[in-house]
């Protein structure tokens, strides 16, 4: 499941660097987030193992990375002078964030059950 996820990642992220110029850096943000949300509640309601479960997955893991080139494009027009260092704080910084997410929801995991 991992691998799919990781796959549709990288499907997101060429969709988003594909959209990001033609509907603008904001609106491509704001509007995959939201749309993340539809897939995301799937996957809590939905059965898992069933083709729908991998379905939405796949889904979820496309729309969640289709952000990230806009937010490096904005970084990058923050700083002129040094885009791949705004490129790599972005993408630092959310490696970092998700990272201290992953320890949250474990611990949220083993106090829940």
Same mark, same amino acid.
């Given at each position: 499941?991992?691998?799919?996820?990781?796959?549709?990642?990288?499907?997101?992220?060429?969709?988003?660097?594909?959209?990001?110029?033609?509907?603008?850096? !904001?609106?491509?943000?704001? %509007?995959?987030?939201?749309?993340?949300?539809? &897939?995301? $509640?799937?996957? #809590? /309601?939905? +059965?898992?193992?069933?083709?729908?479960?991998?379905? !939405?997955?796949?889904?979820? %893991?496309?729309?969640?990375?289709?952000?990230? &080139?806009? $937010?490096?494009? #904005? /970084?990058? +027009?923050?700083?002129?002078?040094?885009?791949?260092?705004?490129?790599?704080?972005?993408?630092?910084?959310?490696?970092?964030?998700?990272?201290?997410?992953?320890?949250?929801?474990?611990?949220?995991?083993?106090?829940?059950?």
């Amino acid at each position: 499941m991992a691998a799919r996820s990781s796959f549709a990642g990288g499907l997101g992220s060429i969709l988003g660097g594909f959209l990001a110029p033609r509907l603008g850096p !904001v609106l491509t943000i704001v %509007g995959a987030f939201l749309l993340t949300l539809f &897939p995301l $509640l799937a996957v #809590i /309601a939905s +059965e898992p193992g069933t083709a729908l479960y991998f379905a !939405v997955i796949v889904l979820a %893991g496309i729309l969640i990375f289709v952000p990230v &080139p806009a $937010l490096i494009i #904005i /970084a990058q +027009e923050f700083v002129p002078g040094a885009p791949a260092t705004a490129s790599g704080m972005v993408l630092g910084l959310g490696w970092a964030l998700a990272g201290i997410g992953y320890v949250v929801l474990g611990r949220v995991q083993e106090t829940v059950g």
